[in-house]
């Protein structure tokens, strides 16, 4: 098949990432003597989210080869379904095995979505989307897992500004997707997010509907101001609020201020 120039697991830095990011999380794991660590605020610990990272990454390699694949409804519920049967049917739980495979699969992502069109769509655990942004989800699963591991390890976030500049196609076509109906009913309002030294976009609420847009679609109600590394913690749950404010990584200002501390809430985020 015909390759398209735009295709970003072939070309530009995130095909790069990946390999970089699995290489990362498969040397935090595969040197542990025993990876049975709880991870702190999660019911798993550092083996069952290894596996899990080592089963999704085998999954999404699969759907980018084209075999069909699925993994619950898209929904927060159906995705915790899914994971804790598929944890339940695969037991390994060695920190080698788990590592290589880890790395391996997401090889075998890349290897596969490089012999197909970026726009390609491609039926995914998050829903339609097209391949090259289905590029961009492996890339922000394996950091949010990758986090949370790193964290029971002791160790810094392996996320980086320049990792959530790449997986902003993603976050935007995911965002409308996980938006909770009961949060935002009756809600009309517009925020502009500002990642520091990265990029910026709105997200306009209306009637329960939440469009992301990067151009201004109207009259700004709040507009937040984060870090990048600290908004993708945020999102992932790997933070609070309340310690990047008082860092200065968080700020808001508008029309109305006091919306930033609910936006968060306005998502069902698996």
């Not at 970003?8 to 595969?30: K, M, N």
């Not at 060695?94 to 495979?101: C, S």
Request: proline letters at 8%; charged letters at 20%; aromatic letters at 6%.
């Amino acid at each position: 098949m015909t390759q398209t120039t735009a295709d970003p697991t072939e070309r530009g830095e995130l095909p790069d990432e990946i390999l970089a990011v699995a290489g990362r999380l498969a040397d935090l794991i595969g040197a542990l003597p025993d990876a049975d660590i709880p991870i702190p605020g999660a019911d798993w610990t550092v083996a069952e989210a290894a596996a899990h990272l080592a089963m999704a990454n085998e999954l999404m390699a699969t759907i980018a080869a084209g075999r069909p694949a699925t993994h619950g409804d898209g929904t927060k519920a159906g995705l915790a379904a899914a994971n804790a049967q598929a944890l339940s049917a695969d037991g390994e739980r060695d920190p080698n095995v788990l590592a290589q495979r880890i790395a391996g699969q997401a090889a075998a992502f890349l290897e596969a979505a490089r012999a197909r069109p970026a726009a390609e769509i491609v039926d995914t655990p998050m829903g339609p989307m097209p391949l090259g942004v289905f590029g961009c989800y492996l890339l922000a699963h394996m950091l949010s897992h990758g986090s949370a591991i790193a964290a029971a390890l002791r160790q810094p976030p392996i996320v980086r500004p320049r990792h959530v500049e790449l997986i902003l196609p993603f976050i935007h076509t995911t965002m409308p997707r996980l938006v909770d109906q009961a949060a935002v009913r009756g809600l009309s309002a517009c925020y502009e997010l500002r990642l520091r030294g990265v990029s910026r976009f709105w997200v306009h609420f209306t009637d329960g509907v939440a469009e992301v847009s990067d151009t201004v679609p109207g009259r700004i109600d709040c507009t937040i101001s984060v870090d990048p590394v600290s908004f993708f913690l945020l999102s992932a749950g790997l933070s609070g609020q309340w310690p990047l404010i008082a860092r200065g990584k968080l700020r808001a200002w508008g029309r109305k201020p006091w919306l930033a501390f609910r936006f968060l809430g306005f998502f069902a985020i698996p």
